[in-house]
């Protein structure tokens, strides 16, 4: 959490609003970030994993699969908690447990290596391969979650 205290940035609450404004209506949720090729889960804030953790890492299993299929990359799955440090505050974490988003995810787009400033500062050159990569890793992940129910976000 960054700011004076929780939902204290106009950004965080608009986005609150809008998902909350239709609570009940979603069934995904993803968040886009940079760095190191992560497809976060919840929970970032804890190491118990939540009760329907292996739908969620099934889901993200065909998106990071379409993802690879792009470039060769690939993406570790599972919560930040477990593939790199606890964090509280996580969008995927709220959007689950606050407005009850079955698929709620962070993905960390590449690069993979970096140090650390240069990798949340993606190269200009970069950004149409990322966007391939998001492009076909989200649709394969919404055809999928479609089979259940045609609604998300």
């Known amino acids: 959490m960054i700011g004076k205290e929780q939902d204290s940035e106009p950004e965080t609450k608009a986005i609150e609003s809008i998902i909350l404004s239709k609570q009940g209506q979603w069934d995904s949720y993803v968040s886009l970030h940079s760095y190191g090729q992560f497809f976060f889960t919840p929970w970032g804030f804890t190491t118990i994993l939540p009760s329907d953790f292996e739908d969620l890492v099934q889901k993200a299993k065909i998106a990071t699969n379409a993802i690879k299929s792009v470039n060769g990359s690939e993406y570790q799955i599972g919560p930040s908690s ?57 649709i394969a992940l919404y055809i999928e979650l479609m089979k259940e129910k045609p609604k998300f976000l």
């Open 82 to 138: 477990s593939l790199l440090y606890m964090s509280s505050g996580g969008s995927e974490d709220w959007v689950k447990a606050k407005a009850g988003v079955k698929y709620s995810y962070s993905i960390e787009l590449g690069p993979k290596d970096a140090d650390f400033l240069n990798g949340f500062i993606v190269p200009e050159s970069d950004i149409p391969i990322a966007g391939e990569e998001m492009y076909r890793g989200l």
